[in-house]
């Protein structure tokens, strides 16, 4: 048993979606949110900064005596492996959890991969599939302007990110791909559009779910779950506007986002 809180980061809001699965899957955790508003997005940063701003994430979320951390964000899992830090307590990024969900859904061998420029640069995700299953072929499509539009309340139905996505997406679907992996943590808040768009017959794998299911196992097995037996509290922190912050993340928080807010400087 471990009552202390699960630290997770990212470089918005789009680590949010792992928020809400981990509070579905182990609703008596307590969870410390760090989202890094004030230099979002890190799709298109260069590979140096990148793992200056995910150390500077980590040390924040150590400041705060976690017990395991969670990179809910696909850039740095991606391209900031290792981090260069001595962590003593569980890491894990979304990269390898999202890929064996793929690897387990897909029938025809055929799964596409959208995420920031950053990530899809590295091949991470066609890398992990690859160690999987040699004979799987995955196709990829870098998807920059999914996160700035995501981050500035452009969801829903919105006409603007739906032209955007079908830009994107239509040369995966016409790939005959039946598995779409979101790897950027961000996309989730627009899954509805990039399912119309996809169709029926293609599964979506949210990075948000499948890392909050992996961290959740990963906590029990090393025998970290707390159980007092209460609802977890959930506290969030971010780099840049409070206001900002709350008002995108009512959106599919609701009330929880609420809770604890705070303005940091790292």
Known sequence: MNDKAIGIFDSG???????????????????IYFGDTLRVPYGNRSRETIIKYAMDDV?????????????????VSSVATGLGLDIKIPFTGVVEPTAMAAYLSTKNKRIGVIGTTATIKTNSYKKEIKRLD???????KDCPLFVPLVENGFIGNDTIT??????????????????????????????????????RGVAIIDSGKATAKFAAKKLKELNLLNKKGKKGIHSFFVSDSIESFSKTADIFLGEESRCFV????I
């Open 134 to 140: 040699p004979e799987i072929e995955v196709i990829e």
């Open 13 to 31: 809001l789009g680590g949010l979606t792992t928020v809400k699965e981990m509070a579905k899957i182990l609703p008596g955790e307590d969870i």
């Open 262 to 265: 705070k303005k940091v400087d």
């Open 59 to 75: 040390k924040f979320l150590l400041k705060q005596d976690v017990k395991m951390i969670i990179a809910a964000c696909g850039t």
């Open 162 to 199: 739906t032209l955007v996505a079908e830009k994107y997406l239509l040369p995966i679907k016409n790939s005959n791909v039946d598995t779409l992996i979101l790897g950027c943590t961000h996309y989730p808040i627009i899954q509805p559009i990039i399912e119309r768009i996809m169709g």
